[in-house]
């Protein structure tokens, strides 16, 4: 099946820093692919929708200066969550959507980001 | 909005079968029924999904109603692993951005 994969899986920084998650597709290509966070005992929470070759649309209320995403390629999405605060701790979950189409999205293992 | 409603929690004996409700009154007639489910600190797993027919697959059952606006997803015999928060989506798609409800928290009693 295919396989999305997050890297890092966890990632603890300092408050003020950056910190980049990866988001790849390993057997298949991506045009689509979405972000997530999640707060404890919440649902997932889109963030914003990220395709190939052009700029992120972001859901209401995410600011797309402190969240950048980046699609460069078919197989790898990044988000960077920059000057981040402890506010942005998260479980941060990326899905994939394959390019030949279906119904299936495939999502990523989660990123755990705790900003101290 | 979510577009689906589930119960918040429901519980099972290990080895019983648990079936687990989702509404979608509104639901369009080129939307699949999808059920995705979320063990703790993971990503969510896929678990089936179905337009009109019941679907059948190695990790479940998925019983949709006459009319679609309603389906259950049925796990035929609960086990610890089978703990986690189930959602039931509407998705045309896999490029459609996918609106999370808050699901099913699902406790398997051993």
């Known amino acids: 099946g295919a396989v999305v994969s997050q890297h890092p899986s966890r990632v603890i920084c300092k408050s003020g820093t950056s910190v980049k998650i990866e988001c790849r597709s390993l057997d298949f290509q991506a045009t689509t692919m979405f972000w997530y966070r999640q707060f404890p005992k919440q649902s997932l929470m889109l963030m914003a929708t990220s395709n190939e070759g052009s700029k992120a649309t972001y859901e209401q209320g995410v600011e797309k200066d402190k969240f950048l995403i980046n699609h460069a390629s078919l197989t790898l999405s990044t988000l960077t969550v920059t000057s981040a605060h402890p506010e942005d701790s998260s479980f941060y979950i990326c899905?994939?959507?394959?390019?030949?189409?279906?119904?299936?999205?495939?999502f990523g293992q989660g990123t755990r980001l705790t900003v101290v | 909005d979510a577009k689906t409603t589930q119960p918040n929690s429901m519980e099972s004996n290990e080895e019983e079968p648990v079936h687990l409700p989702c509404n979608h009154s509104t639901i369009s007639g080129t939307d699949y029924i999808h059920w995705y489910r979320q063990l703790p600190s993971q990503g969510p797993e896929y678990v089936i999904h179905g337009l009109t027919s019941n679907v059948n697959n190695r990790m479940a059952s998925l019983a949709i109603a006459e009319d679609r606006k309603s389906s259950t997803l049925i796990l035929h015999r609960a086990t610890l692993r089978d703990a986690a928060v189930y959602y039931c989506?509407?998705?045309?798609?896999?490029?459609?951005?996918?609106?999370f409800g808050p699901g099913t928290s699902l406790s398997v009693i051993p």
């Open positions: 989506i509407r998705l045309k798609t896999s490029y459609d951005k996918v609106i």
């Open positions: 899905s994939a959507s394959h390019r030949q189409g279906g119904t299936e999205a495939f």
